[in-house]
């Protein structure tokens, strides 16, 4: 309801495509005037929002989901801020935390990615870093790369848990719980439609009955410091991997200093 409202008192309304919003628009009777503001949108229409702004409110809707994630709309927001303009949230739709709570998959947080590097160099680069952090990840896809989106996600972090949320919130919503591998392998048949969240578990614990006392311990942790992990780290790290005790796994750093 403060979203409608909004909507009819602003002087003027931002839309990602003003002949998608319209529909909206039209369906709740709203006849405030639109103007498109996109990614492709030249500096001259940001500086006629503005113009705006400078004498009255001016509202900014999405095509999907929330302005300014992985949205056009940060470039406007962040002019707005650097102008002196005041910026108010109006809470809406969100494709990040409409998936998140329904994967099952990031009780204690996450790591939000957006959309990954285009090129598969890059894309390959980027998951790599992230390997060893201890986050679930979430990330939005486009239909044409979710395929090589999986198989670079299978080629760097293995065949980890994955929730696949689709159209969420609209007519054709469907979410899968599966495995990264699964997941691959049915795209490989059926072809990608709508847009996709998808969020990647963390790697799933070892089944090895390791314990604190193995060499592999002090082995590994040498292997984490040695690519440049603080101890902290590294010893977070090396717990997750092999399913002991961060406390105890830390302790051990001091046999690597002996």
């Keep these: 309801m403060r ?13 990602e495509d003003t002949r998608h919003s319209g529909r909206l628009l039209t369906h709740f009777d ?23 702004l400078a004498t009255g409110d001016v509202a900014l809707i999405s095509d999907a ?11 406007l927001v962040k002019a707005a801020l650097a102008a002196g303009i005041s910026v108010s949230p109006v809470p809406g739709p969100s494709a990040l935390t409409a998936a998140v ?8 947080g996450f790591l939000y990615l957006g959309f990954l590097p285009r090129r598969k160099q890059e894309r390959r680069a980027t ?32 065949d980890r848990p994955l929730a696949i949320a689709r159209e969420l919130t ?14 691959r392998e ?21 089944d090895s009955t390791i314990t604190i006392d ?9 292997e984490r410091l040695a690519a440049g992990d603080s101890p902290s780290a590294a010893a977070r790290t090396v717990a997750k991997e092999l399913g002991l005790p961060r406390s105890e796994v830390y302790a051990r750093l001091g046999e690597l200093k002996r």
């Design 3 to 15: 979203a409608l409202r909004v909507l009819r008192e602003v002087s003027l309304i931002a839309a």
């Design 30 to 52: 709203i006849k405030t005037p639109t103007i498109s503001f996109h990614e492709h949108s030249t500096r001259s229409r940001l500086a006629e929002i503005l113009d705006t």
């Design 65 to 75: 989901g929330t302005p300014g994630i992985s949205d056009p709309g940060f470039a």
């Design 101 to 108: 709570p329904v994967s099952a998959l990031a009780p204690e």
């Design 127 to 158: 998951l790599s870093v992230l390997r060893e952090l201890p986050y679930p990840l979430v990330l939005y896809e486009a239909p044409h790369r979710l395929i090589a989106c999986l198989d670079d996600i299978e080629a760097t972090l293995g």
């Design 170 to 183: 609209k007519l054709h919503e469907e979410i899968v719980h599966t495995t990264v591998t699964a997941a």
């Design 186 to 206: 049915r795209y490989a048949t059926t072809a990608p439609r709508g847009e996709f969240v998808l969020v990647v578990g963390t790697e799933p614990p070892s």
């Design 214 to 222: 193995d060499p592999a311990v002090l082995e590994r942790l040498h």
